[in-house]
Each structure stands twice: as C-alpha cells, then as structure tokens.
C-alpha cells in the first residue's frame, strides 16, 4: 500500500506536458570534459564563498547522473550548467551532438533549441516594457492591439498580467500546423495570430491553463508597442547586452551559429533518427535557439536583480515583481505551488524554485532558479521527449545532496484552524461548519481528467490517450476523508473542499461554480495540475464500454454481411425479403466495415505517427481516414429513413429486427462517439 502511495505521489509531482513510456537500452555516453571551471577552495568566512565550497564535489555528481540517465534513457548528448552568484561555477558537456560525426557537446559552443523556455525570454522583454511604462499589467490588451481585437463579447478583457500567468482563458491551440519545414518564409507573428487566434472557452484570471496563446500574444505586444520585429527586439535588448552571441530567435539559423546546432533526435527501435530543422510560426513562445553558457548569462541576470557584469536588462523591483507569485489555486496554504510572470513555482526541500521546461522535436531543456540562494541551473539533450522525469529526478537529486532540509509540516489541527475562514461565527463548531457542506462532498464522486487539452480540435483525443496517466477517480468516505484512485490514498478533510495528505505539504481543493456544481479539482504540487470533473457521459469505463458495444455490433454486421448471401441460397425463405430488406442489410455491413477500417486505420496511425510530427500538420493518412466518418454518418441517416419502409416486411423476424435495432444504436452511438472527440469533419 505504502509503494503504491508512494507512486501517486511521484506522479503528482510532475510537471508532466505529457507521458510516453521509454524504450530503455544501455548507450555508450562519453563525458567531455569541456570548460569546466575548478571551484574555489575558501578559507574565508565570506558567506558567498563559504557556500561554494558545498559544490565542490559537483562534477562527480554531475557525472554519475547524467552517464546513468543518459544510458538509462538513451540520450546522444546533454549539458549542465550551474551558476551562483554572478558567476558560473560548473558547466560541462556529455555525450554528442551529432552521433554520426562524433561531434562532442561543449557548453560555450553547442547549441540546443530550448522550445518552451523561449517564454521566459519573452516575458522579460513584456516587463522591459512595464518598467518603461510603455505596457500596464492590468490594462485591457485590445488598448493596445491595432489590426485585430480579442472578442469581449461573453467574457471580460483580457490583461497583460492574464497573458503572463497563463490565465487568458484560449483553448489550447497550435498543436496542428504549429511549425513548417522552413521552406517558405514564415507568417509575420500579426498575420499568424491573425488567421489562428483560437477561441476563448473560460473567463480570464479563473484558471491556469498552460499554452502558447498568451505568451504569443504577450510577444505581439512587444512588436506594436516598440514598433519594431520581435526577434529585432530581443536581440538588441536583451541578447546582446547579456553577451549571448551564441543565442537566436531567427529561423532558420543564421550560417555562423547554424553549424554549432546540436542535431536533434528521435529514439525509435534501438535507432537514433535525426530530426529536421522546423520553424515555428509561434515565434515568442518556441523559437529560441541557445548554448548553454549563453542561457547561464540570462540566469544571473535575473538573480542578480537584472544585472548581468555592467549590464542591466530590469531594475530589482521589476525583478522581484516578475519573481513573485501572481497566481495559485491555493492561496491560504504555504509553501503551494503558483505562477509567476513566465516562471513556474514550486517548493522542494523548503526552497522555492522557480524554473520553466522546454520540448520540442529533437530537444528537451530545463531552467532551474532558487532565487534566495542566488542560484540555478541550465540543462538540455538533444532527443525527443515528452517525459518529464529525467529532469525531475535531476532537481530532486540535486536539492538532496546540496540543499538537504528536513521539512516542518503543519499538524493536522494547526492546518484546519488555519483553513477555517475568520467571518464564521465562533458559535458554529468546525463540525457544524462542515455539516452545510454535506451535499458538496457527495459531488466530489467521480472521474477528473487533466483539463489541458484542446476543446475544439481532434487532438482532444491524442493528448487525453498520452495523459490517459492523469485520470483519477475520487470516492468521499463518512468520516470527511477522500479515497483518490489509481493507488487508494486516503486524504484528510481539513476543510470544506480542502483535503490534505498526512504528514505533508500535499492539498486537493474542489472548484464550484455560481450554482455550487463541483466542476474541477487542483494538486498543490505544482500550479498546471488542474482536473475537470467528468459528466457521467465521459467517464473513462462508459466511453471504453460504449466503444466496445459498437465494435461488437460493427463485427456482427461485417459478419451478417459475408454470410447472408450463402444462407440464402440454401433457405429460400430468407431469399424472399422486399428490396429495402436487401438494401439495409447492405448499408449496415457497408457502415460496419467502414467504421471499423476508420478504427484501425485511427489506432495504427495514432500509434505509428511521432507526436511532433503534428506540429506540421495533419498527415495525409489521417486527412483520408476523415472522409469514412462522413461517408458513414450519410449512410447511417439513409438506413434509418430505409429501415422504416423496410421495418413492415412480414418476412422481418424478431432475430432480424434485434440486429436492425442494434445496428442503428450503435451506429448513431458511434457518431456521438466521433462528434465528442472532434473526428466528424475536419477539425484541425
């Protein structure tokens, strides 16, 4: 019982984009020695040189884990990077960046494309702005947008500080025909945003929805206000000042830095296959390109209150503002995870980190601050993943060894009085105060599933299969505990939709809306766990079941439809049916055999198809697969008008109109089915 506490635990504190299960083969990773700077032997009393000496045993850690995650998790080449202070203390390469050269990774020189963490640049450059008063956090972004506006129309403006905090509210977009082969000229950042702004589907500052929507928009707002290209923007005001002259936003790569690219791959079959240069039309939010050491400059630039050397990018005020925490589901219980404006936070060992994570095809990355020890790290591999626990096992390995502290929790009774809010009369007893609640608890019964993912697109269904870990289902006990499963742990009650985990720092709160409804529920862990609560529609057991009846009835039908000829030549009884007879059990065989091909062609794709593959676009497989829902939902709406004609042939016995009767439900179930999960139509 305890392990499998244990594992719901670990799960719950991931920071999980996505889950793929790792093939794991033994790689041969060769460490580089490369600019590896000798830390100090202090004698000092100096505070910031004694605690230098702590790190000096850092390339021995160094080592043991990335040659073991390397191996363990077949990756061709990896850096580390760590600053304190204002200066880098350890950086070395491991492995290669291009296997079949033998082309070795060094800090200063190979660059690696940082996909996501590209957003704590652009958001830098947003509070560049703020602190020239040329951007107001709180101002209405349409203010400031010229060709196009956000629509108000259902819910209230959205601001810069929404944009920051992931807050804003879009559904999640861009997955399909995110990037191009770079064999055009990329849209302007106006014209892509322009044709591709998705919906808004939640009112803005309700909730954390992690995405590119925001901080692209964010990133546009640099462009009109300055009045000039993004990319321009940042070189000259940011890259340059902190000396990153091995780092860009330009695609492709100018030739001087293209050379130095580390070659991204994608670990398929005991194979390493190269992954090709893409350009992302998402330009703020994707398209940083970087070495290591250039990415330590931006490092201690925010650590050191903007200032990196003689240079300075933000004053400390703007620094701290930027580092603070601006939004968490929790905001009454300490030391629970939020968002600051780019960052996340979260609370590991008692410290408070900030960090951002980055994947893109070939690439994977992690920027790791602690900005009360004025300390952080830069990582990056050059392979495919959507697996977030290398990068983890990292922090957790590193905090461990270095910053080792044994946590204080609350007890159990500090902690609910501490959740009782103060304008409850002292005459109501907690318990009495739990009571009006009753109702709510029976609520909390049901399924949560990962509420990222797109409402409107067909990839609604792709990422719900990748994050099919992140379904829970949640059972209320009498005595105010909750059982969450998979795994059977048991939380504590310590106050009316607030429960806890014994003996740590672990909350589950429940949303309502304006009529009391549970609708979702969020882990303190980390501030993008975030589950809706299922209708009794969309429960995993239903839709599995549902599925499971119309593939029955579809293998019933392609059987009825192969055979029934070759009874009928035998029984000429069965042979006297009416031509609409004929025709429905031709139609539902035809409906059966189609649905069942677009099952299989669907599953064989989805399984076959690299997930990055779909930032291209929609492969053509797949474009044809389509078409067999519209064909069946015609053919499907004709035999039912048929099957009414045909429904008053006396020779129709009760076997016969069963198998009628549940062919059209699992038919019409079907394109329920479809309709659901985005697959009638194009929707991409």
């Known amino acids: 019982m305890k392990k499998t506490v244990d594992r719901l635990l670990k799960l719950i504190q991931s920071i999980s984009l996505a889950i793929?299960?790792?093939?794991?083969?033994?790689?041969?990773?060769?460490?580089?020695?490369?600019?590896?700077?000798?830390?100090?032997?202090?004698?000092?009393?100096?505070?910031?040189q004694l605690e230098l000496t702590k790190f000096q045993d850092i390339e021995e850690f160094s080592d043991n884990f990335f040659v073991n995650q390397m191996a363990a998790n077949n990756i061709p080449g990896a850096v580390f990077t760590l600053v304190k202070d204002d200066k880098i203390i350890f950086s070395k390469g491991y492995g290669y960046a291009n296997l079949e050269d033998k082309i070795p990774v060094i800090p200063n020189k190979t660059l690696f494309r940082v996909g996501s963490v590209s957003k704590l640049v652009t958001s830098t450059a947003v509070m560049q702005l703020v602190e020239q008063g040329k951007l107001k956090l709180n101002q209405d972004i349409?203010?400031?947008?010229?060709?196009?506006?956000?629509?108000?129309?259902?819910?209230?403006?959205?601001?810069?500080?929404?944009?920051?905090?992931?807050?804003?509210?879009?559904?999640?977009?861009?997955?399909?025909g995110g990037a191009t082969r770079c064999q055009s000229k990329l849209l302007s950042l106006e014209k892509f945003l322009t044709e591709n702004l998705p919906e808004r589907v939640r009112p803005p500052g309700q909730l954390y929805v992690y995405g590119d929507v925001g901080l692209a928009l964010a990133g546009y707002l640099v462009e009109v206000v300055t009045g000039i290209p993004f990319s321009q923007y940042i070189d000259q005001s940011i890259l340059q000042p902190l000396d990153m002259s091995q780092s860009s936003f330009q695609q492709p790569l100018p030739s001087e830095l293209a050379a130095n690219l580390a070659v991204g791959y994608r670990y398929q079959n005991g194979n390493y296959i190269k992954q090709p240069f893409t350009c992302n039309k998402s330009v703020p939010t994707t398209a940083l390109t970087t070495t290591s050491e250039d990415?330590?400059?931006f490092m201690i630039a925010h650590l050191q209150g903007g200032r990196y050397g003689t240079q300075r990018i933000l004053n400390d005020t703007t620094v701290k503002e930027m580092h603070r925490q601006h939004y968490t589901n929790f905001p009454n219980i300490p030391q629970a995870a939020g968002s600051t404006?780019?960052?996340?936070?979260?609370?590991?060992?008692?410290?408070?980190?900030?960090?951002?994570?980055?994947?893109?095809?070939?690439?994977?990355?992690?920027?790791?601050?602690?900005?009360?020890?004025?300390?952080?790290?830069?990582?990056?591999?050059?392979?495919?993943?959507?697996?977030?626990?290398?990068?983890?096992?990292?922090?957790?390995?590193?905090?461990?060894r270095y910053y080792p502290v044994q946590e204080t929790i609350a007890s159990p009774t500090e902690t609910i009085t501490?959740?009782?809010?103060?304008?409850?009369?002292?005459?109501?007893?907690k318990q009495q105060y739990k009571q009006q609640y009753k109702q709510q608890y029976k609520q909390i019964n049901g399924g949560y599933r990962f509420i990222r993912y797109p409402r409107k697109s067909l990839v609604k269904l792709g990422i719900v299969l990748l994050e099919s870990g992140r379904l829970f289902t949640i059972k209320t006990n009498p005595d105010h505990t909750i059982t969450v499963f998979p795994g059977g742990s048991k939380w504590v009650e310590v106050e009316p939709l607030l429960f806890r985990y014994p003996d740590s720092n672990m909350y589950i709160s429940f949303r309502q809306d304006s009529q009391?409804?549970?609708?979702?529920?969020?882990?303190?862990?980390?501030?993008?766990?975030?589950?809706?609560?299922?209708?009794?529609?969309?429960t995993l057991v239903l839709q599995l079941g549902l599925v499971g009846f119309c593939v029955l009835i579809f293998l019933w039908g392609c059987l009825v439809w192969l055979i029934r000829p070759l009874i009928s030549r035998k029984n000429k009884t069965l042979a006297l049916v009416s031509r609409h007879t004929r025709l429905v059990e031709l139609i539902i065989g035809l409906i059966s055999v189609l649905n069942l091909c677009f099952l299989i062609g669907m599953g064989i794709a989805i399984s076959t198809i690299d997930f990055w593959e779909f930032f291209l676009g929609i492969p053509p497989v797949m474009i044809a697969l389509l078409y067999l829902p519209i064909v069946t939902t015609g053919l499907t709406t004709v035999v039912s008008i048929i099957g009414v004609l045909a429904w008053r042939d006396k020779n129709w016995s009760l076997i016969r109109r069963g198998y009628y009767s549940l062919s059209m439900l699992a038919a019409w179930l079907f394109i329920w089915l479809l309709n659901y999960w985005n697959l009638l139509g194009f929707k991409f």
């Open 20 to 48: 793929l299960i790792l093939s794991v083969s033994v790689l041969p990773v060769f460490a580089q020695d490369v600019s590896n700077r000798d830390l100090p032997m202090v004698s000092t009393a100096d505070d910031s």
């Open 142 to 176: 349409n203010q400031y947008l010229k060709e196009f506006q956000i629509k108000t129309d259902q819910f209230k403006p959205i601001t810069v500080d929404h944009l920051l905090t992931h807050t804003d509210g879009f559904d999640v977009a861009w997955v399909i």
């Open 295 to 297: 990415m330590a400059h």
């Open 341 to 400: 404006y780019g960052f996340f936070e979260r609370f590991v060992n008692n410290q408070r980190i900030i960090e951002h994570g980055g994947s893109m095809s070939g690439y994977t990355n992690l920027m790791f601050l602690i900005p009360e020890q004025k300390l952080g790290f830069y990582i990056a591999y050059n392979r495919n993943s959507l697996n977030e626990n290398l990068r983890d096992d990292l922090v957790q390995q590193f905090l461990d």
């Open 418 to 429: 501490k959740a009782i809010p103060e304008s409850i009369p002292e005459a109501n007893s």
């Open 516 to 538: 009391g409804k549970i609708t979702a529920m969020s882990l303190s862990s980390h501030v993008h766990l975030t589950y809706e609560k299922l209708a009794w529609y969309e």
